[in-house]
């Protein structure tokens, strides 16, 4: 079965710095998606970004970007010049090639973006 | 694009009514929807495969009776809680797939409602 975990619970980052949020998988399938949706203090779950795992580029959507490890089952995502805007929760979620569109989701990591 | 709706944003109920949540895909059409439950600061627990058309694919534990899902359309899918007691008050969201290849819009993206905040007394 597929996994993801984030292993960072919570984090915090001064106002215009750089933040790396860590995320890992396991998985036995070759092609899947992987995201990163942020959760800010109204709930609403917005898309971040987004990689296909055929695609060796790592995503990047402005100011956010991730690194993307396939042989390491490795997907962290970058957030340059952080905003406090940012301050949500953040959730990794990967998704199978297979037609159920099922998401399988970390447990999450708080990020405090501090003026 | 991609724009999910849901209503009510909040609902509170009294003890064995029963409670409609309404998910709509409003600038797109969506096969499939998905629902959720969300407990504070955890992460978000699939309850169910909402399908156009057939019936809905359960996780395991989520008792099928209890929530009702009905997909009725390509842009509404419905969950009912149904009976509902106080265990049952949480944050419930649903998301829509976006399946369409589009050079524009990610393909097979899921894009989240609001959420409904439910507290049965």
């Known amino acids: 079965a597929q996994t993801v975990t984030q292993s960072q619970p919570e984090m915090s980052v001064q106002e215009a710095e750089t933040v790396t949020l860590s995320c890992t998988y396991d998985?036995?399938?070759?092609?899947?998606?992987l995201f990163w949706y942020k959760q800010p203090p109204s709930r609403q779950m917005i898309l971040v970004i987004r990689?296909?795992?055929?695609?060796?580029q790592n995503a990047t959507e402005n100011r956010f970007s991730v690194n993307f490890q396939k042989a390491a089952k490795s997907f962290s995502l970058k957030i340059s010049d952080s905003q406090l805007g940012d301050t949500a929760m953040y959730f990794c979620?990967?998704?199978?090639?297979?037609?159920?569109?099922?998401?399988?989701f970390g447990q999450g990591t708080t990020l405090q973006v501090k003026p | 694009g991609a724009v999910v709706s849901q209503h009510p944003s909040r609902v509170i109920c009294k003890s064995g009514t029963s409670v409609k949540i309404e998910c709509r895909s409003l600038?797109?059409?969506?096969?499939?929807m998905f629902w959720y439950r969300q407990f504070p600061k955890q992460s978000l627990m699939l309850m169910a495969t909402?399908?156009?058309?057939?019936?809905?694919?359960?996780e395991q534990g989520v008792e099928k009776d209890k929530f009702l899902i009905n997909h009725a359309s390509l842009t509404l899918s419905t969950l009912t809680v149904t009976s509902a007691h106080p265990e049952d008050s949480s944050f419930y969201i649903c998301?829509?797939?976006?399946?369409?290849?589009?050079?524009?819009?990610?393909?097979?993206?899921?894009?989240f409602g609001p959420g409904t905040r439910l507290t049965v007394l």
């Open positions: 979620a990967w998704g199978g090639s297979s037609n159920t569109g099922k998401l399988i």
């Open positions: 998985t036995s399938e070759n092609n899947y998606y």
């Open positions: 990689q296909e795992a055929y695609k060796q």
């Open positions: 600038d797109f059409q969506a096969t499939t």
């Open positions: 909402s399908n156009e058309g057939s019936k809905a694919t359960y």
């Open positions: 998301s829509a797939r976006d399946s369409r290849d589009s050079g524009r819009v990610s393909t097979d993206t899921q894009y």
